[in-house]
Structure formats: C-alpha cells, structure tokens
Nanobody
Framework: QVQLVESGGGLVQAGGSLRLSCAAS????????MGWFRQAPGKEREFVAG???????IYADSVKGRFTISRDNAKKTVALQMNSLKPEDTAVYSC????????????????????WGQGTQVTVSS
C-alpha cells in the first residue's frame, strides 16, 4: 500500500506558475501509474494529467500545453508543473496511484485509482 502527500499549492496571479509535488511512501513506486486530479467547489473531481510506469503522459484538453507531469522513481515523486495559470484552474489538486500491470497504462477516471493523497489548494486570482 502506498501513501501520498501533496505539496506546492498556493495563491498565484493569472498567468503565473506553480509546481505541485506528490511524495509517495510504502510500496514499490515504479509499478504505479500516477495521476493528478482536481476538484473545484460545487464540481466533480476531474482528471488533469497522468503518467504511466514507462513515463508516457496524458493530459486533459483544458490543460494541454500549459501543464507538464513528470515522475522520479528514485525519489518516489510525481510533479505537476503548471504554467499560464487561469482562474478556472482554481481547485484542490490531488495525486493518485494505481498498480499498473502494463507499463503504458494510465487511467483517466477516478475509478481507475486505488490510492489518494489529501490534496493541496491552488487558487488563481484574476
């Protein structure tokens, strides 16, 4: 079983950047596909970005070209670099993990993940 802790959230002006990090403990990090999700007030949790065991990445259309997900298996971390932030990016961001049997698999649904962090707040002011 893996435990996940996010960090790096905060308040930023529109057009600015933030880098979120998710640290994992327990389990063998390299066998997990990792994802970032976000939930804004009154809205459902939505997929933001995911990265496979082999490093393949996938993004929601709303963040493509602005956000970049990466992983460091040696440090057991996954990061989300967020550039050109918009007020609509305001949400609680959570990382998630699932043990992936295939190296290229990246779930994009919340149902595809077994382990979740507590989340970190990102607020983008206009």
């Amino acid at each position: 079983q893996v435990q996940l802790v996010e960090s790096g959230g905060g308040l930023v002006q529109a057009g600015g950047s933030l880098r979120l990090s998710c640290a994992a403990s327990g389990g063998t990090f390299s066998v997990y596909a990792m994802g970032w999700f976000r939930q804004a007030p009154g809205k459902e949790r939505e997929f933001v970005a995911g990265i496979s065991r082999s490093g393949g990445d996938i993004y929601a259309d709303s963040v493509k070209g602005r956000f970049t997900i990466s992983r460091d298996n040696a440090k057991k971390t996954v990061a989300l670099q967020m550039n050109s932030l918009k007020p609509e990016d305001t949400a609680v961001y959570s990382c998630a993990a699932t043990m992936a049997s295939r190296t290229f698999v990246v779930p994009t649904s919340t149902r595809g993940y077994d382990f979740w962090g507590q989340g970190t707040q990102v607020t983008v002011s206009s």
